[in-house]
């Protein structure tokens, strides 16, 4: 299978802190890559790194064979990698129908009309076509963590980059997110999926990467990962500590 | 009981919108036929303000950009005016056009240097940028330094002449905005409004948006800088480049409600009657319209305006997709 994206080396520093520290990874086409790590390991700096947010201090990040490292972040959007964030940033004066509606007339570079049929579809399947006319503001988590994942959506990713989007949910919220996130896989699209629940991981992911302080642990498939030993220490001395 | 009548009759205004809006603007342009003088006056400077508030707000209250040299563009208006009028007696159309045009030029010239920097410090640069303007133009020979200019090409035209002119800047500013808001551009813009990051991870050319939006906001507040000085005839640089104007624009815009339509509208009116209001009393009215402004961002932060919206959930020119 094809690499979507090729990450390269990728440093990211905060002051003396290396949150990304010279990481290296392969996404293939289609796949769900599923990354692990304790907190503060530098989960979301890595996506922020990929999404254009952040420039590296060193290293590259290559999508679809284009070096993209120096291209802002609504470019990379544009090209084909949409993102949400892990503590939600929508559009709180605008409508549910209005954040979603950007994605498609920014991202996805469709009129206002063209992409108005893809949002209504994207609301149908994210449960928010009955909040349309809400405002963002208005909004509870999982609706706000739904509308995360619709706004990506309808910038028409192939590569889409979820950060965290199942926590903070009870059980069965969790496993409406999974049914959405394995319905946009089907669809053809690529996933990096970041989660710190472990469980809902292993349902979906197809590889799974484990890093901590910045780096890479161990990559492979999810049950390997999950049993292999230096996972099982950094998450327990972690967790339990 | 009480709750639905508001209902019904916000209902009832949102359907003859289009019937209300040209009703007033009706009324509006017959308002020198049979108003006083002063009544006259006071609508011309209300839209003149109008112009000027809604450009600020274009700026802070959707693009980001907290400019406190607007004054800048006001005082290129009114000097292109002054010059081209007095020293080669152009005519008024083409000079306020060229003042304009000036501004648009300069203020792309200037984004360059400025849009690098950020927040406050855009905010700062702004209004040195403005204040370097008004130390040359008061050391400049060709525009007699800070002595200034009668433009007596103005003594032509009548109070009804200005009050057209004003209407059409004021009420203009108003149109170009909604339209801008109904575009693709606008909903870009409200997407940067509620989270920079957020519209730039989705697609969102913000410096792009920005630079629009600026150049835009360049041209209007100098045209209605240079009818402002046509009005008042008399053009120095002290005043002219006078950070008063920005102020202004902050009030009107800050006790309306920053990031609306309407928000300029209520808060321009406000401005206008309280300052002839306060008119006596030279020494004071700056600083009791700074406690209107402190006292109200505590009661109300959202202005009036937005505060209305938020309870009442409507919005009289809306710019909301469905
Ligand atoms: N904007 C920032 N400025 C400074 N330090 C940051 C910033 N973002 C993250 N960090 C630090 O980088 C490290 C990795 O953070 P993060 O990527 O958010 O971890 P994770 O998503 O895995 O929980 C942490 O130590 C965090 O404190
Ligand atoms: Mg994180």
Redesign the pocket.
């Known amino acids: 299978m094809e690499n979507v994206l090729i990450v390269e080396n990728l440093t990211i520093a905060?002051?003396q802190?290396l949150?990304v520290n010279s990481l290296s990874i392969e996404v293939r086409e289609g796949e769900i890559l599923g990354i692990i790590?304790?907190?503060?390991?530098?989960?979301?700096?890595?996506l922020n790194g990929i999404s254009g947010l952040y420039k590296p201090k060193s290293g590259s990040v290559i999508f679809k064979d284009i070096d993209i490292t120096d291209f802002s972040p609504s470019r990379r959007c544009r090209l084909g990698i949409g993102r949400t964030y892990?503590v939600p940033r929508t559009f709180e004066k605008m409508t549910v129908y209005e954040n979603v509606l950007v994605g498609g007339v920014y991202g996805a570079s469709l009129s206002e009309k063209k992409a108005r049929y893809k949002v209504y579809e994207i609301l149908e399947l994210t449960g928010l076509l009955h909040k349309k006319d809400l405002f963002a503001g208005s909004l509870a988590l999982l609706d706000r963590k739904r509308l995360e994942v619709a706004r990506a959506l309808a910038t028409n990713p192939q590569l889409l980059l979820l950060d965290e989007v199942a926590a903070g949910l009870t059980e069965a919220e969790v496993n409406e997110v999974l049914r959405i996130v394995k319905y946009i896989k089907e669809s053809g699209v690529t996933i990096i999926w970041?989660e710190h629940i472990l469980r809902t991981m292993m349902e979906a992911a197809d590889r799974v990467l484990c890093i901590a302080s910045?780096k890479k642990l161990i990559c492979g498939n999810p049950k390997e990962v999950l049993a292999a030993e230096e996972v099982q220490e950094v998450y327990l001395g972690v967790e339990e500590g | 009981m009480g709750k639905e009548c508001v209902t019904i009759v916000i209902n009832d205004i949102r359907n003859y919108k289009w019937f209300i809006i040209t009703g007033l603007i009706a009324v509006l342009l017959t308002i020198p036929f049979w108003a006083s003088n002063y009544t006259v006056s006071i609508f011309l400077l209300i839209f003149m303000y109008l112009a000027l508030a809604q450009m600020w707000n274009l700026l802070a209250g959707y693009a980001g950009l907290v400019s406190l040299g607007q004054q800048m563009f006001i005082g290129l208006g009114g000097y292109t005016l002054a010059v081209l009028t007095e020293l080669y007696r152009a005519p008024l159309w083409s000079s306020i056009l060229i003042g304009g045009v000036i501004s648009l030029i300069f203020a792309l010239i200037i984004s360059a240097p400025i849009f690098r920097m950020r927040e406050a410090y855009f905010t700062i640069g702004t209004w040195l940028v403005a204040e370097a303007l008004k130390i040359f133009f008061s050391n400049w020979g060709y525009v007699r330094y800070g002595q200034g200019f009668f433009i007596t090409a103005a003594y032509q035209l009548t109070t009804t002449h200005m009050y057209y002119m004003a209407m059409v800047i004021g009420l203009g500013s108003v149109a170009v905005v909604y339209i801008i808001l109904r575009s693709r551009l606008g909903l870009g813009l409200m997407a940067i409004r509620d989270n920079e990051t957020a519209a730039e991870s989705m697609g969102v050319e913000v410096f792009k948006a920005k630079l629009i939006c600026f150049l835009i906001g360049a041209f209007v507040t100098s045209i209605a800088g240079s009818i402002f000085y046509l009005y008042q005839v008399f053009i120095q640089p002290y005043a002219a480049f006078g950070i008063d104007w920005t102020v202004a624009m902050v009030f009107i815009v800050i006790i309306g409600g920053i990031g609306t339509i309407e928000g300029p509208l209520a808060g321009v009116v406000i401005y206008v009657l309280l300052r002839q209001y306060l008119y006596n009393y030279a020494g004071i009215s700056m600083l009791v319209l700074g406690l209107i402004a402190i006292v109200l961002i505590h009661v109300a932060p959202k202005g009036f305006i937005g505060t209305l919206q938020e309870k009442l959930g409507f919005e009289f020119l809306s710019p909301r997709r469905r």
Not at chain 1, 38 to 43: A, L, Q, V
């Open positions: 905060f002051g802190l949150a790590g304790p907190n503060g390991s530098g989960k979301t700096t890595l892990q970041i910045g």
